[in-house]
């Protein structure tokens, strides 16, 4: 793991598209990275975006602003780097897939001895999670798992929940509601705790095993959207629906009004 000083020197190249401004890095780099900020104290949200965050963006000033300074912004999603290439931009815009993120933090951070919080999804997915964890990665430190009620908590149950997580000692917090509400969770958390708090979708499922990943092929061509969509059509039609046809749309758009 490279250490920087003044913070993480390889997520600071970025490029634009639609209304959000989205790092260029390599997939391993990013996680280095995160372990980095995580020792040094660096307070930062981060969020793996992808087309149905474009769009969500474009459509909520309120989302957008969540996702600006001091975000970072991480491409989770093939569309992203169509598009980057598209518009010519340098360097490309690689994806960096939030569940393999997850899986990479956890090992890089295995020798510089990071603790983790697990924040999100249900008892029974955090316990296989842990257990699928620290199978894979013997030396991650887990300080602690917590799932919160779906409704929206009070001030109080916030402020004791922040406690905790500050208590338990832990460099970083992930975050597994879903989007946009783990955004917005992620921002929250740190500015409350001034931890580092990565908003990152369903690795926790994937991780655990009670959500089946798309087959590598499949990732690699760009279809993990349409696997998904297949797998829960009723839950995830609007979401890969609405997502891809308002990011193509934002997109362009945004580019044409840059010229």
Not at 6 to 25: F, M, Y
Not at 169 to 185: N, R, S, Y
Not at 193 to 221: S, Y
Request: glycine share 8%; hydrophobic share 40%; aromatic share 8%.
């Amino acid at each position: 793991m490279n250490q920087t000083s003044g913070g993480a020197t390889r997520l600071r190249t970025k490029h634009s598209l639609g209304t959000i401004d989205v790092v260029s890095t390599s997939p391993r780099e990013a996680a280095s990275e995160l372990c980095c900020m995580a020792l040094q104290g660096t307070p930062r949200h981060v969020h793996l975006v992808n087309a149905y965050t474009v769009a969500l963006a474009s459509q909520s000033e309120v989302y957008r602003e969540c996702l600006q300074q001091p975000a970072v912004n991480l491409p989770d999603g093939k569309p992203l780097t169509w598009a980057s290439q598209l518009f010519g931009q340098n360097p490309v815009i690689r994806q960096i897939r939030g569940p393999q993120l997850f899986l990479d933090t956890f090992d890089v951070g295995q020798s510089a001895g990071i603790k983790h919080f697990l924040l999100g999804s249900t008892e029974e997915v955090l316990l296989k999670l842990r257990n699928n964890l620290l199978k894979q990665f013997p030396d991650a430190q887990i300080a602690g798992m917590e799932s919160p009620p779906f409704r929206q908590l009070t001030a109080k149950e916030y402020a004791a929940q922040d406690d905790r997580i500050v208590r338990s000692g832990a460099h970083i917090v992930w975050v597994g509601l879903g989007t946009p509400k783990q955004d917005f969770e992620a921002r929250r958390l740190v500015e409350a705790t001034g931890l580092l708090a990565v908003a990152v979708g369903a690795a926790f499922d994937f991780a655990a095993g009670t959500v089946r990943e798309a087959p590598a092929w499949v990732r690699n061509a760009g279809f993990e959207w349409l696997f998904r969509l297949l797998s829960e059509p009723r839950r995830l039609w609007r979401r890969y629906v609405f997502g891809n046809v308002t990011f193509i749309r934002t997109v362009i758009s945004e580019r044409y009004a840059r010229r």
